[in-house]
């Protein structure tokens, strides 16, 4: 089997609708609307405002809806407003990123209704897990203060 094609989406085109490829996607320009490849890398530059499914996704830019993948790295420069659903998260120190973040161990077979029962409802408390999905949570613990006698 040959290996897949990289697809770029230039600084300078902005593309209008569903964005389909069998390969990879690299965008250094715009996309309004959603996107499902196997790769997809989104430059420093880019903006995507629609939701993502991809085996891999790298974000240098910026992203505002949800992404489905095995692997989520959010690089150091992007900016992602929405919710991740993944396998594998790795987020580097200076990244944005407001959203929720809930582990799956086949995020891809997920349908569209598991992934709106998954969104938190503002006025009822917030579910359990399911047994097959973990809710990622970042917290910092400091060592108690010790007061001198």
Do not use: W
Request: proline share 4%; hydrophobic share 35%; with cysteine.
């Amino acid at each position: 089997m040959g290996t897949l094609a990289t697809s770029t989406i230039g600084e300078d085109l902005t593309v209008t609708g569903t964005v389909i490829s069998k390969g990879e996607i690299h965008v250094e320009g715009h996309v309004n609307g959603d996107i499902r490849c196997v790769s997809l890398v989104l430059g420093e530059n880019s903006e995507v405002r629609g939701n993502v499914v991809a085996e891999d996704v790298v974000i240098r830019g910026r992203l505002v809806g949800s992404v489905r993948a095995l692997s989520v790295m959010l690089q150091a420069t992007s900016h992602v407003e929405g919710d991740l659903l993944h396998k594998s998260l790795a987020i580097e120190q200076g990244a944005y990123f407001e959203g929720k973040a809930c582990r799956a161990e086949d995020p891809l077979s997920q349908s569209q209704e598991d992934a709106d029962a998954a969104k938190p409802d503002p006025v009822a408390e917030r579910p359990e897990p399911r047994k097959d999905q973990s809710t990622t949570r970042f917290s910092r613990s400091f060592p108690e203060s010790r007061k001198a006698n």
